[in-house]
């Protein structure tokens, strides 16, 4: 037998009783769980619940580990607890070394987030997996949570909207002793107009490391999150995974590595984040602002700008019917002159904020992703324009001046474009054919933007970057 500590109320840190039942060997590589029965406080009304992940469990006043893991719909709490040794391991991983160049992805999918598999462990017909994360949204519309659902949850976390304080946590670093084993932490990955944190509790502090949740948050190693003191503003049950209510405050430190069994950070310092500014316009009337700071990642920076970007025009415009989205704006580097400029239209009758926000997203990606740790954002800045009308046209005819030229001599391409509501237009280009021309066909492609992009992505596939 033995106690846990967690927060169940405010900030204050309360005991719950632990009946060891057993151990879990070998579960994964190099990994044991140790199955235990929790008790006390509220937990015979809502169980293991969410936000819990990490609550320190001592036997005999040594720490044994961290609850980590459950089992859903369960009737009784019970509890896998993860073994402290296996979490302190998170910081022997060493420094991270310079990642692999990637091009291009050559298919670009909905999402830009990896899908890991969620570790569990098979027992009387049902799983044991890890307790789910609970992601809270602030400032996020409901289809833009719905929309990445399925990808968050597949990285183990649980998306919530409207039951969090988003934006309002407090910039200044707070006082370190108030972070102890069993306190409430939020990681904060996007905070100001539009938030993003997930909530967990503390396992261990030893000076001014801190180890907690027990498990992954989404598995992305060498980091730097933010993460705040956070406190809980109620419990609410429920038949599948309860969950804690809870609101971050001020700043504490900076989760560092986040890994399979843990994630673990540095209090007292600040964690580097990207400031991003999004402006809605309509007839060069600004409807809205948005100001955000989110966090500094080469793999979570893209997804959290393919989110925001789709809320916004999501919450400010139409997303079914005729509509035309104008997305401008740069993205500005560290130590360089000129920012990568971003200038794309998308006309469609339905899925113009997916689009849009993928298009956003993709050069951020390749930037972040591109083989070159020193390449760092400095700021975002986007516009974002958007009618009720389709900007679009059809092709409907393609003519050549000549069918039959030399060398040298010069050929006009003709294109007929047609639109809705009758309109008509015509659009021109003349090509000089290249002094010592082999002699053949010669062939030209008019397209449309979506598909020229498709070929100009054949051609960067296959280069890698070099400076």
């Known amino acids: 037998h033995g106690i846990g500590k967690t927060v169940f109320s405010g900030d204050k840190i309360e005991e719950f009783q632990v009946e060891i039942l057993g151990t879990l060997e070998n579960i994964g590589p190099k990994q044991n769980l140790i199955l235990a029965k929790l008790s006390g406080g509220p937990l015979e009304h809502t169980g293991v619940m969410q936000g819990m992940s990490g609550s320190p469990v001592y036997i005999d006043g040594k720490l044994l580990g961290a609850v980590a893991m459950a089992f859903p719909f369960s009737k009784d709490a019970i509890a896998g607890i993860r073994p402290i040794e296996e979490m302190l391991r998170v910081t022997s991983r060493g420094t991270a070394t310079a990642q692999p160049r990637v091009a291009y992805p050559k298919t670009i999918y909905a999402s830009l987030l990896p899908k890991p598999e969620m570790e569990s462990v098979m027992a009387g017909g049902t799983q044991m997996i890890d307790i789910a994360t609970p992601l809270s949204f602030g400032g996020f519309t409901e289809a833009a949570v719905a929309h990445f659902a399925p990808e968050l949850k597949a990285l183990g976390l649980e998306p919530r909207q409207g039951i969090s304080l988003g934006g309002k946590v407090e910039d200044r670093l707070g006082d370190p002793s108030k972070v102890k084993p069993g306190s409430m932490i939020s990681v904060e990955l996007m905070t100001g107009d539009m938030s993003v944190g997930a909530d967990g509790t503390v396992t261990y502090v030893d000076g001014n490391k801190v180890y907690a949740f027990g498990?992954?948050?989404?598995?992305?190693?060498?980091?730097?999150?933010?993460?705040?003191?956070?406190?809980?503003?109620?419990?609410?049950?429920?038949?599948?995974?309860?969950?804690?209510?809870?609101?971050?405050?001020?700043?504490?430190?900076?989760?560092?590595?986040?890994?399979?069994?843990?994630?673990?950070?540095?209090?007292?310092?600040?964690?580097?984040?990207?400031?991003?500014?999004?402006?809605?316009?309509?007839?060069?009337?600004?409807?809205?602002?948005?100001?955000?700071?989110?966090?500094?990642?080469?793999?979570?920076?893209?997804?959290?700008?393919?989110?925001?970007?789709f809320s916004t025009i999501d919450a400010t415009e139409r997303t079914v019917g005729a509509s035309s989205v104008t997305l401008k704006g740069a993205i500005v580097l560290e130590g360089q002159r000129e920012p990568v400029r971003l200038n794309d239209v998308y006309s469609t009758d339905t899925g113009s904020a997916a689009m849009a926000s993928l298009s956003a997203a993709i050069p951020l990606q390749y930037l972040l992703q591109g083989g070159f740790d020193s390449l760092r954002v400095k700021s975002i800045a986007l516009n974002i324009e958007a009618s009720e009308t389709k900007k679009a046209l059809q092709i409907d005819q393609v003519l050549s001046s000549r069918h039959e030229v030399r060398p040298g001599d010069t050929v006009e391409i003709q294109t007929l474009l047609m639109g809705e509501n009758g309109v008509e237009l015509a659009r021109s280009v003349r090509y000089k054919v290249p002094v010592g021309a082999i002699p053949g066909t010669l062939y030209f492609t008019v397209a449309d933007s979506m598909q020229t992009n498709m070929l100009e992505l054949r051609q960067t596939v296959s280069a890698a970057a070099r400076s």
């Open 215 to 309: 498990h992954h948050f989404m598995s992305v190693g060498q980091t730097g999150l933010p993460f705040t003191h956070s406190e809980v503003l109620a419990l609410l049950p429920n038949l599948n995974s309860s969950f804690k209510i809870s609101a971050p405050k001020e700043l504490m430190g900076v989760i560092s590595q986040d890994r399979n069994t843990a994630v673990a950070g540095t209090l007292g310092t600040r964690a580097a984040t990207t400031p991003v500014d999004i402006t809605v316009t309509r007839t060069g009337r600004t409807l809205d602002r948005y100001h955000i700071q989110m966090v500094n990642d080469r793999f979570l920076g893209p997804f959290l700008l393919q989110m925001a970007v």
